[in-house]
């Protein structure tokens, strides 16, 4: 709305079509024209009024003329089909002006040259009211520039200074300094004489941009140039260089003022008092204002409300309350800045009892509190614990549809009506952001979530979640609040042992996705999907926490490892035991033997004997009795070398199996390699085995008709020193001739012969076992 206000109204002038004859049709057709109606259609020049238009200014249809044919005179039509035109309904749109006509093009065309015909077109004359209003309604300053600058070259339009003025002012509020400083020091060029006004404008728009050496060049420059200065430029520079601290400097250029004859004034003493307090000099502020009340230049509410200000940053609050007495007593009526000054300073001091005072004062005046004074007052409330007062004034801002300037204001509220346990008074809260059109962030609700969660009232806390969650508030970019730990992991850890993993898991990916990855809601995820029966979900978030480089829980693999064998998949829960174990834990004994139990029972041998491995490298001896089953599945199966493998690992933990029951059982069971390859195993390694193991693998060789293995093994325990009356020896010998091996049969009975001789008055005793 501002925009049309200073907006200057354009009349154009219309374009005239001499050539364009009138047409002899038993209707009226009226030729529209550009952007104008009927009664702005003014001819130029000596030219004539067209009769027609002035018929149909005074309200009369002119009778059209009939036309004439080769046949003759058409007759005259029915009257009620003279005139058939569309009567428009309802408001009539207004037609669209020109300068925004032209805006749009700008806005939606690169600026070409084809561009600029177009405009040229369209547009009759370049008048003062149209080039100015471009420019003030243009979509961004580029667009303005380069429309100032063509309307100039192409000799459409002499820029005067009111053109300058609104281009300088456009140029300076985009931070195109450049551009405005060269138009401004090229207007004499151009015949436009400079004013201070325009000097002022560039020096606030170096000043904004923090340029301050440009500023005052600039204000020296205005000097030398011969453009008279006044308080207004003083005014402009103090504002420029106080904003920035130089002090010093403002205290220079204001006695060089006085010195020039200028006398300051109520605004240019305000600019210096506020600009002291800036830079926290209350010494030289105080100076200032004993000097303006000695020039007889008496405070207005803007002085009175920058002392005040400034003594609530020196934390001088007596001192602000007089100033705020006696502005009364002058009957400076206080502003809604006074009294929200006041209430700041009483804030910050503590005094939370006379901000209500004052805050109660200032609605009996009828001064109404705006979202600055709101925002003062509540964190003063929270923080002394007032409650009451905080939510009664909460409703009041909220009634009043007013939203603070800083949404911090609610996080203090949240929490401290939460801390103070006033829980529906905190859900209260939140119902006002989102009446106040307020963005809600993952912060507000986490609050809320953990405060339910902690009270037990875990039904609203869901609720709070659901809506969280269906809304992605969570990953909202624009969001600065994140949710807290505390209040995530309460929420998970319930929905977990309550059968709602598959909400926790849902609100966790959207936590993720914002970089959360907290070790206990992974953990409390796995458990929840392993007693809910779905492992492989947990087993998913597994896989995540191994990509990310998360340490997963003993407990929490130990529930996925049980909820696989409850399922009936080994195999699987084999592999999470193995994750277990690469993520540094050391699973009970009794997980081992779980996990054995099912794959042996599986069918799964050597995944068994895998687990005996892992188990055994873990330093676990336990179920032993397990192992050994293990091991004969081994062997029974022909997996010989792996069960040799898994033996010696026993034997190196000191936890050797019993030989002579494996020897047993595969001889009875004529599984004679396994056997031979055993006791070789155990013979080269001078295990203790019983000799009637001996005769038991010998005997089932010999069955077998494997006479060179038995003659093999039987060297061989001869050779360790034992003493044999195997009885079979002499069947061996006799299975070596027949089968043409006489040379170890020869061999064989020479050995037996000798250890006959060697063993004397030993002779028929039987040596039950060797050792090393």
């Known amino acids: 709305m501002a925009f049309f206000s200073i907006c200057k109204p354009y009349q154009l002038k219309p374009r005239v079509y001499p050539a364009i004859p009138r047409i002899q049709i ?14 702005d259609q003014q001819t130029e020049g000596n030219s004539t009024p067209n009769p027609d238009t002035v018929q149909a200014e005074e309200g009369t249809i002119p009778e059209p ?41 700008m806005a939606n065309r690169a600026w070409t040259t084809r561009l600029q015909n177009s405009i040229r077109a369209l547009v009759p004359v370049f008048d003062h009211n149209l080039v100015y209003n471009v420019l003030h309604e243009a979509k961004n300053s580029e667009h303005a520039l380069q429309f100032f600058r063509w309307v100039e070259r192409a000799g459409l339009f002499n820029h005067d200074r009111e053109t300058h003025l609104k281009i300088i002012e456009i140029l300076g509020r985009a931070s195109k300094l450049n551009h405005a400083r060269c138009i401004l020091l090229d207007m004499p060029k151009k015949g436009v004489e400079w004013d201070e006004d325009m000097f002022v404008l560039l020096i606030d728009s170096y000043g904004r941009k ?52 200028i006398e300051p004034t109520r605004h ?39 002392m005040i200000s400034g003594y609530n940053r020196f934390k001088k609050m007596d001192e602000a309350e007089k100033l705020f007495s006696e502005m009364k007593e002058k009957n400076v009526q206080p502003t809604v800045i006074s009294y929200t000054t006041m ?23 009828d001064v109404k509190p705006n979202a600055v004074t709101y925002t003062a007052l509540l964190p003063g409330l929270c923080d002394a614990g007032k409650m009451a007062e905080a939510q009664r004034i909460l409703k009041e801002m909220v009634g009043r549809y007013i939203a603070p300037k800083d949404n911090s204001v609610f996080m203090k509220l949240l929490t401290a009506q939460c801390k103070a346990g006033e829980l529906d008074a905190a859900a209260d809260v939140l119902k006002a952001m989102i009446r106040l059109s307020i963005p809600t962030e993952a912060g507000h609700y986490g609050i809320l979530i953990e405060n339910f969660c902690k ?84 087993f998913e978030i597994v896989k995540i926490m191994g990509r990310r480089g998360i340490p997963g829980d003993a407990e929490a693999y130990t529930s996925l490892i049980e909820s696989y064998l409850r399922k009936g998949e080994p195999a699987d829960a084999k592999t999470a035991l193995d994750s277990m174990i690469e993520d540094g834990h050391i699973p009970a004994s009794s997980v081992f033997r779980s996990v054995m139990e099912s794959l042996f029972e599986d069918g799964r041998i050597q995944t068994a004997s895998r ?55 595969l001889s009875e069971k004529g599984k004679t390699i396994a056997a031979l390859k055993l006791l070789d195993f155990c013979l080269e390694r001078d ?55 006489t040379r170890q049969a020869d061999i064989l009975s020479r050995m037996i012969k000798g250890e006959e001789a060697s063993c004397g008055s030993k002779k028929g005793k039987k040596q039950a076992a060797f050792a090393s």
């Open 26 to 39: 038993p209707c009226s057709l009226n030729l529209p024209h550009f952007f104008c109606s009927i009664n």
């Open 65 to 105: 003329e009939p036309v004439q044919a080769e046949g003759g005179t058409i007759p005259e039509p029915n009257p009620e089909q003279l005139v058939r035109q569309r009567i428009p309904r309802g408001r009539q749109r207004n037609p669209e002006k020109l300068e925004d006509i032209i805006c749009r093009m």
């Open 210 to 261: 923090g340029i301050v050496q440009e500023s005052v060049k600039l204000f020296n420059t205005m000097k030398e140039l011969g453009v008279q200065r006044s308080g207004k430029s003083y005014d402009a520079l103090f504002k420029v260089i106080l904003r920035r601290g130089r002090y010093m400097m403002a205290k220079r250029y204001f006695n060089k003022m006085l010195s020039e004859g």
């Open 268 to 306: 240019t003493y305000n600019i210096m008092l506020w600009g002291f307090f800036l830079s926290l000099r209350l010494e030289t502020a105080m100076r200032f204002y004993e000097d303006m009340k000695n020039r007889g230049i008496s405070p207005d509410v803007v002085t009175y409300n920058t």
């Open 343 to 365: 209430i700041k300073g009483y804030v910050a001091g503590e005094r939370v009892d006379d901000a209500l005072r004052i805050f109660e004062e200032m609605k009996s005046c």
């Open 455 to 538: 009270a037990g009232i875990f039904d609203r806390a869901i609720k709070l979640l659901d809506k969280l969650v269906e809304k992605e508030i969570i990953l909202r970019p624009q969001s600065s609040l994140d949710m807290e730990a505390s209040a995530y992991n309460l929420m998970i850890q319930h929905l977990c042992h309550h059968g709602q993993t598959w909400k926790a898991e849902a609100f966790f990916r959207q936590l993720m996705k914002k970089g959360v990855l907290d070790p206990d809601a992974f953990n409390n995820l796995i458990r929840g999907h392993s007693k809910e029966g779905n492992p492989d979900s947990a």
């Open 611 to 665: 687990v005996v491995k892992s188990m055994l490298e873990k330093g676990v001896k336990e179920h032993m009795d397990l192992v050994a089953k293990i091991l004969e599945a081994l062997l029974m199966r022909g997996h010989v070398e792996e069960a040799l493998g898994r033996i010696d690992l026993l034997m190196q933990s000191g936890c050797a199996p019993n030989f002579d029951s494996l020897l047993s059982v």
């Open 687 to 741: 295990c203790i085995i019983d000799f009637s193991s001996y005769e038991k693998v010998l005997d089932a060789l010999l069955a077998a008709g494997k006479t060179l293995n038995a003659y093999s093994i039987l060297c061989k325990i001869m050779e360790k020193g034992g003493v044999t009356d195997w009885k079979s020896c002499n069947d061996l010998i006799a299975s070596l001739n027949q089968e043409g091996n």
